[in-house]
């Protein structure tokens, strides 16, 4: 959000990622508004408020975050070799309105071993990312990606900025 704007406060919402879509990104848009809900409720009226929410695709299967290691060996194991899709849901509310959409990036993965998705869960926090996994982390597991860098790390400022401005809060 900073390279939007520098005078913003983050808010963490509390509670279970409980919405489900009929798609993954319905699902990611309908947590991301769950958060924003959440956050409005708990802070004065006029500012505008953000909720954001990434869920990891392949096909129909949505792949949030893992419970275990175990689960995020098997979530990679999966997206091995195979290009999935990152949605982030965005919810913005302001004076009233809400506006309500979400950033679509394809990913590519290579192919990897067993072991290089073991040392890749034993060295670095998959548990709190969907898709067990975080783009930014350095770990060559991404082959290609057509769409928003940004949108993969699980904020799509471009999009962000663009529904800002259009909503007159920039």
């Known amino acids: 959000m ?6 913003c406060t983050v808010l963490v919402a509390e509670g279970e990622e409980s919405a489900e879509g009929k798609t993954p990104k319905e699902t990611a848009m309908l947590r991301a508004r769950e958060k924003a809900l959440w956050v409005a409720n708990r802070i ?4 505008a408020v953000i909720g954001c929410d990434t869920v990891v695709a392949l ?8 419970e275990n290691a175990e689960d995020a060996v098997r ?7 195979n290009t999935h899709h990152v949605y982030t849901g965005v919810c913005i509310l302001y004076q ?12 590519t993965f290579h192919p990897l071993t067993g072991e290089e998705i073991r040392a890749y869960v034993r ?17 060559p597991l991404v082959k290609e990606i057509v769409g928003s860098y940004d949108n993969v790390v699980g904020f799509p400022t471009e999009l962000v900025s663009e ?4 909503a007159g809060v920039l």
């Open 163 to 166: 529904m800002l401005k259009g």
């Open 59 to 66: 096909g129909n299967l949505t792949l949030g975050k893992p």
């Open 2 to 7: 900073r390279k939007i704007t520098p005078s």
């Open 75 to 81: 979530m990679l194991s999966l997206l091995s070799g």
């Open 123 to 139: 060295e670095y926090s998959p548990l709190d990312k969907a898709g067990a996994y975080g783009i930014q982390d350095g770990f």
């Open 96 to 107: 009233g309105k809400e506006y309500l959409f979400a950033g679509d990036t394809a990913v």
């Open 44 to 47: 004065p009226e006029g500012h």
